[in-house]
């Protein structure tokens, strides 16, 4: 008796929960946003070479602090000029038979510098590259106010799933009722570098697109 009453409870359960599945109606909404970036990103550098290790760091050290400089004399703040790499390598000879022989040392030290106005950039670039700099790895545009633009999208994305729920809705000859769940899918991506570059070449930042995609589920009332 007991085990026949438990299986009762156990379907009914069941069927409840189908049937409240069945009154669901879930839908993805999409929006975004264009904005053009605000921010730029270099990487520069200097390489230098040595018959000694020292001897390649005291040449390495001496143009890198007038690229310093240079870069901080257009008005970068320190805050936003930082150390991404620095390497010694020991450089040999193998091009022979035999043993490699040790030619010397090259070291790299680079910069990863953020200029917030994009209008200085060139400027930038010519008075680090004048001051020594002989290494560039690339360039990106960012956008700085990236999370509260994307939270714009969000915005639009559920007035955009809230839209659709509500056409597929009436034409089943319900209502909505209380969101069941929501879903962010994906992430932004991001800003893709530009290839290495020398200075005094143009280069347009454009616009940079912040898109979002949530899926949401709604009750249907009658």
Same mark, same amino acid.
């Given at each position: 008796m007991?085990r026949?009453?438990?299986?009762t409870i156990?379907?009914?359960a069941?069927? /409840?929960a189908?049937?409240?599945a069945d009154?669901? #109606?879930t839908?993805t909404?999409e929006?975004?946003?264009?904005?053009?970036?605000d *921010?730029?990103?270099?990487r #520069?550098g200097v390489t230098?070479q040595? %018959? *000694?290790?020292r001897?390649? +760091?005291?040449?390495?050290?001496?143009?890198? *602090?007038? #690229?310093?400089a240079?870069i901080?004399g257009t008005?970068?703040?320190?805050?936003d000029?930082? *150390?991404? %790499?620095?390497?010694l390598?020991p450089q040999?000879d193998t091009g022979?038979?035999?043993?490699?022989r040790?030619l010397?040392f090259? #070291?790299t030290?680079?910069?990863?510098v953020?200029?917030?106005d994009i209008g200085?950039m060139?400027?930038?670039l010519d008075?680090?590259i004048?001051?020594?700099a002989?290494?560039? +790895?690339?360039?990106?545009?960012?956008?700085?106010?990236q +999370?509260?633009l994307?939270?714009?999208a969000r915005d639009?994305?559920?007035?955009?799933?809230?839209?659709k729920?509500?056409?597929?809705?009436a034409?089943?000859? +319900?209502?909505?009722?209380?969101v069941v /769940?929501?879903t962010?899918?994906?992430?932004?991506?991001?800003?893709?570098p530009?290839?290495?570059? %020398?200075?005094?070449?143009p280069v347009?930042?454009?616009?940079q697109?912040?898109r979002?995609v949530?899926t949401v589920s709604?009750?249907?009332?009658?």
């Open positions: 007991l026949a009453l438990l299986c156990l379907l009914a069941a069927l /409840s189908a049937q409240a009154r669901l #109606v839908v909404g929006a975004s946003v264009s904005v053009p970036p *921010t730029a990103v270099i #520069v230098s040595g %018959r *000694t290790a001897e390649a +760091s005291e040449a390495n050290a001496q143009k890198m *602090t007038a #690229v310093l240079a901080k008005g970068v703040a320190d805050k000029v930082q *150390t991404s %790499r620095l390497s390598q040999y022979k038979g035999g043993p490699a040790l010397g090259q #070291v030290n680079q910069l990863t953020q200029i917030r200085n060139p400027n930038v008075k680090a004048a001051a020594g002989n290494e560039m +790895s690339g360039i990106e545009f960012v956008v700085s106010q +999370s509260k994307l939270d714009q639009d994305a559920i007035a955009d799933a809230h839209r729920a509500g056409l597929y809705a034409a089943a000859g +319900s209502k909505l009722g209380h /769940s929501i962010e899918e994906g992430a932004p991506l991001p800003p893709r530009i290839a290495a570059m %020398r200075a005094a070449v347009a930042p454009g616009e697109t912040l979002a949530v709604y009750d249907l009332t009658p």
